[in-house]
C-alpha cells in the first residue's frame, strides 16, 4: 500500500455525547493502514501533507463530494454467520421455541462443508457491504466448518472473532457435543487452525464460545472458564435474554446465584468477555458484570422482534457497563449495524414512555455504540474505533446522493453536516456505502482512481 490522504467531511465520536462532525478534514494513513494525522480544518490535502514533513508525491489524495463523509467501520458485537440464511424467519415463536424450530435445523447443516461455504461467503460480503469491518462471529458445533469461516473472513480482510459454538445440554440429539472430550478437542482445533492462519490475530482471532448457560453443563462451563485464562482468548455468550431462558438456567445451575453468577463461578466473567442481550438482568448482575469489566451487546432488533424485552442501555452505561450493538442475526432480521442502531434509538424512547426519560439515548450515542462502543466492548478501542492518530484506517466512506440512494438530499442541506449524518441513520442503508477499508486495505466497493 501507499500513503493516503482521505480529503472531506469525517464523521466520529470522542466518547459517548460528543460525535465530532469535521466539514473539511484530512486524514493520513500510512503505508501500513495506520493513521499519521488527522487535521480537523484543513487548507488542502498537500498542506496537510507539508506540514506533516510528508514529501509531494509520496502520497496518493482522495477527495469526496458534498453530502458524503467519511465514518468508522461498524462493529458487530454479536452475530451468527450460521443463521444468515433465516434472517426474518421466526413464526410465531418466542426464542426457546425459535431455537428449536428455526435455528438447530440449520446449524446443523454445516457438516457440509458446501453449505457452510455457500452462507458463509455470503454473510460476509453482505456485512462488508453494510460497513462492518469487525465481526464477533458465532459459527456452529462443527470445527472444520468453523475453521472455513475464518479462513474466508481473513481472505475477504473483514476482522473477525470467530467462535466455535458449545453445547452439551438441553440440545438436539442430532446436535450437540456429545462429550466434553468432544467439546474439548473441537474447541481446540479450531483455535490451532487460526493461531496458524493470523499468527498474531490482527485480523481474525477464536472466541470462546459457550453457547448460553442452559445449552452447557456445569463441566463444560468450568472447562472452557479455565481455558480462557490459560490463553487470554476473549469469550462471548448469551445472558438474560427471556425470562424463560432465565428460569432454566436457575434451575438447571442451582449452585450459582444468578445468571451472572454462574458464568462469574466459571470464570468466564472478564474484560474480554461479550455479553449478548443482558435484557433482564438484576442490579446485582450489572454491578457485578462492571466490576469484571465485561461488555454488553445490545441486540435491539432481535430482543423486539422475538419478544424478548429491553436493554436498559442507559442503566447498564451509567454502572459502568461496556456496551455496543449486536445485530443477532437471525435473531434480528438485519445484517445492517446502521439499522441496529437505529432501533436501538427507537428502543430507548420505547423505555421512556413508561416514565423515566434517561433512559432516550440520542443519535450521538447509538453511533458511538455501533463505532467506538463496539471497540471498547471488543477491547479493540486503541487501535480501532474512530479516526485519532495512531488508529488503523478501518472506515466506510458514505454518499448520501448516489442514484439508488434511500437518502433524499436537498440543495440547502449540503451546509448542515449534522442533519446529513441524522438523515443518514433514519433512512440510510448498504447503498450509501460506497467504499470499506481495513486497515487501509480496500474491502468492498470499488478501486479509487488516483
Known sequence: MTKVIYFGTVVHSLSLADLQVLAKAAVGVDDEGTIAFLDTEAASPDNSALNHDWE???????????????????????????????VGLFGKTTLLDWLNTYTFPLESSFSDLSVARNVYSRVISRTLGNGTTTAAYYATVHSEATNLLADLALEAG????????????????????????????ATHEVIDHIQKIDPTYEIVSPIITPRFAASCTHELLSWLG??????????????????????????????ADSYADVYDKCDLLNQKTILAHAVHLSEAERDLIARRGCGVAHCPASNSALTSGETRVRWLLNAGVKVGLGTDVSGGFTPS???????????????????????????????????????????????????????????QLITLD????????????LQKQDDLVAKWLFNGDDRNVSKVWVAGKLVAGTSFSA
Open 56 to 86: 509531494h508525491g509520496s502520497y496518493e489524495v482522495v477527495s469526496i463530494p458534498a453530502a458524503s463523509f467519511f465514518f468508522p467501520g461498524f462493529f458487530d458485537t454479536h452475530i451468527h454467520a450460521s443463521q444468515y440464511p433465516n
Open 226 to 255: 479455565d481455558l480462557s485464562k490459560k490463553t487470554n482468548l476473549p469469550v462471548q455468550t448469551h445472558i438474560s435474554e427471556n425470562l424463560l431462558e432465565v428460569q432454566l438456567v436457575k434451575e438447571m445451575h442451582p449452585f
Open 337 to 395: 449495524v446502521l439499522h441496529t442502531a437505529r432501533q436501538a434509538l427507537l428502543v430507548s424512547r420505547h423505555l421512556s414512555m413508561k416514565g423515566d426519560e434517561s433512559h432516550k439515548l440520542s443519535i450521538e450515542e447509538v453511533l458511538y455504540l455501533s463505532t467506538l462502543g463496539g471497540a471498547e466492548v471488543c477491547c479493540l478501542d486503541k487501535k480501532l474505533g474512530n479516526f485519532l492518530p495512531g488508529k488503523k484506517w478501518d472506515a
Open 158 to 185: 473483514q476482522r473477525a472473532f470467530i467462535g466455535r459454538c458449545c453445547m452439551d445440554a438441553n440440545s438436539p440429539d442430532y446436535y450437540c457435543d456429545k462429550t466434553l472430550e468432544d467439546a474439548q478437542k
Open 402 to 413: 448516489t442514484k439508488n440512494s434511500p437518502v433524499d438530499i436537498f440543495p440547502w442541506e
